[in-house]
């Protein structure tokens, strides 16, 4: 049978089209270029695929690039969350590149700039100078500093390089065209002062430079072959190239600007700015807080990064922006879970449950398979007793031919062990259910061989065994917002969306298995879903977090709704 044959993506067609004409091989490199004012987030994580998997694709090169431009929001600690992101989901850099690493040479070429007439500094106020950008429709005005002679922008940018004047005093901008129908062309700023210690370079500068001028030459000084943006940086691409024009050696490679379209996710948001605002304002508790769409935080809550590569691979890159469900990343660490997480049993919200004709301080240890798809995964022993817990929800004094779990009258099998039968059952003062009495037959054990044992009962539930129960903290993590697009509306907030029961704690009761577990361990509980351990967990307070249900709730809801 033939292999299937992936068909390439438009970027993909792209680099194949280079290589037809005028690209080697050994002349593609890549690069993925965050600027480390935040925690990545799902939408990065397609960018690190596409040019991670572009590296790997053409065996090629790829630079993990810090664009730090900005003291005033780059900190060290983004740097290394980042690093350790990219890590997790499986891929490795070439070489750690920062911007910062050619502040001089990028202080160089504009002082070439100035001296050729194609950039001077001006005096104006931001407030001025937006003021003459013109419109989209009308031409912008010219500066009244835009014709100083070369030696006063030569004296006065060196006068800024060396902390000489307070911030928003000057900035040098590039002289292009204020008449241009691109308004990033209209003498766009290349440098401003800013008074503020960098995370590498300390105070040792005292202006910095634009993004529109950093990232180009910085794709050049490191040979980028490919230098590839959201679709936000179309209209920056002719910017771009100009900047590459006016010093790039015809002997060596010019970078290529392409853009392809983010990918949006549903109930959620993923503006950095936004993010920020939810961890400021206490609406999550962190930047990984297991609802954040963070990498970090999607880590915390259990996915696995061949979950988020899968989820990748299959919205694709395309042209066009749209919102993607989160459904279809919830079903990607759904299949993946099912594959490797061991299957376990955990009650939540317990009911006891006595089976009388069962010897008072006998336990017996029952064997369970620890994943049913996967043979080498092996099996454990789990305690059975006279007292166990099941779920309050699997027991109804009355019910009809289409529940089939526990019921007066009624039988089930637990799983891994016997079929018991519930004959009567207690209440409180309020009338709620608080015990069941059951009567169990002994020779329907699980795996048994015998005639009781192969008897059909249409219900099987999950259980744990009372005395035997450790208790641990879950955290059911529902989605951040009740909207599918939070931050779409105009006449609304984003804040108005956050879902009230995005977060529910509870103790819950676990076989003894999952004593000594560590964080980041992972497990399907036995009808509920798939959890993983937090970091916050300890031998002494277990912590466990949901990482997804074993069905898309969410889908039923909208349905009824």
Not at 106 to 135: F, N, P, R
Not at 260 to 273: D, E, I, Q, Y
Not at 492 to 499: A, G, L, S, T
Not at 508 to 535: H, W
């Amino acid at each position: 049978m033939e292999e299937e044959v992936k068909s390439l993506n438009f970027i993909e067609h792209i680099v194949e089209e280079d290589l037809a004409n005028a690209y080697s091989k050994q002349d593609l490199r890549f690069r993925f270029p965050p600027e480390p004012n935040g925690y990545l987030h799902i939408g990065h994580a397609s960018s690190i695929c596409l040019n991670f998997g572009l590296g790997l694709r053409y065996n090629a090169p790829v630079n993990l690039r810090f664009d730090d431009t900005n003291p005033a929001k780059e900190e060290k600690e983004y740097v290394e969350a980042i690093k350790k992101d990219v890590s997790w989901l499986g891929y490795e850099w070439d070489t750690e590149r920062y911007a910062s690493d050619y502040f001089q040479q990028l202080y160089d070429w504009a002082v070439e700039l100035i001296k050729q007439g194609k950039a001077y500094v001006d005096s104006q106020s931001s407030e001025e100078m937006a003021e003459q950008k013109g419109t989209p429709t009308e031409a912008g005005k010219e500066s009244p500093y835009r014709n100083r002679s070369v030696e006063e922008n030569l004296s006065l940018f060196e006068g800024m390089k060396n902390g000489d004047f307070e911030e928003g005093k000057h900035v040098l901008r590039a002289k292009i065209d204020m008449t241009s129908s691109n308004m990033l062309m209209r003498d766009p700023i290349m440098y401003r002062v800013l008074h503020k210690p960098h995370h590498r370079t300390n105070t040792d500068w005292c202006i910095y430079p634009m993004y529109d001028w950093t990232h180009g030459e910085s794709d050049y000084i490191e040979q980028v072959s490919h230098s590839l943006c959201t679709l936000e940086f179309l209209p920056h691409r002719e910017l771009y190239d100009w900047f590459l024009d006016q010093l790039v050696d015809s002997k060596k490679l010019r970078p290529k600007q392409r853009e392809f379209a983010r990918r949006n996710l549903s109930h959620t948001v993923v503006s950095k700015r936004k993010l920020l605002q939810l961890v400021e304002n206490g609406v999550v508790d962190s930047w990984d807080d297991p609802r954040m769409p963070t990498i970090s935080g999607l880590r915390r809550r259990g996915y696995t990064p061949e979950s988020i590569r899968n989820f990748a691979e299959t919205i694709g890159i395309a042209k066009r922006e749209n919102v993607v469900d989160v459904s279809l990343l919830e079903f990607h660490v759904r299949e993946h879970l099912n594959k490797i997480a061991p299957r376990v049993m955990a009650v939540l919200n317990p009911l006891k449950v006595i089976i009388t004709n069962y010897e008072e301080g006998k336990e017996e240890w029952l064997e369970a398979e620890n994943n049913p798809g996967d043979e080498s995964a092996g099996s454990r022993q789990v305690p059975f007793s006279r007292e166990l817990f099941i779920e309050q929800e699997d027991f109804r004094e009355e019910a009809n031919r289409k529940f089939f779990r526990l019921k007066l009258g009624g039988e089930v099998r637990l799983k891994n062990g016997y079929i018991i039968k519930a004959e009567s059952c207690s209440k409180d003062a309020d009338g709620n259910i608080t015990e069941v009495q059951c009567s169990y037959d002994p020779k329907s054990k699980s795996g048994s061989g015998t005639e009781e044992s192969l008897r059909k009962v249409k219900g099987t539930l999950h259980w744990v065994s009372v005395p035997h129960a450790i208790t641990a903290e879950v955290r059911l993590y529902d989605r951040l917002f009740t909207d599918a697009t939070p931050d779409a509306h105009k006449d609304k907030e984003f804040m108005e969306f956050v879902n009230p029961d995005s977060l529910q704690k509870i103790t819950g009761y676990l076989e003894p298995s999952l004593k000594d577990v560590k964080a980041g361990d992972r497990f399907q509980f036995q009808r509920l879903g798939y959890f993983n351990v937090d970091t916050d967990s300890t031998a002494e307070n277990l912590v466990f977090n949901r990482t997804v249900t074993l069905r898309d709730t969410w889908a039923k809801l909208e349905q009824k709704g």
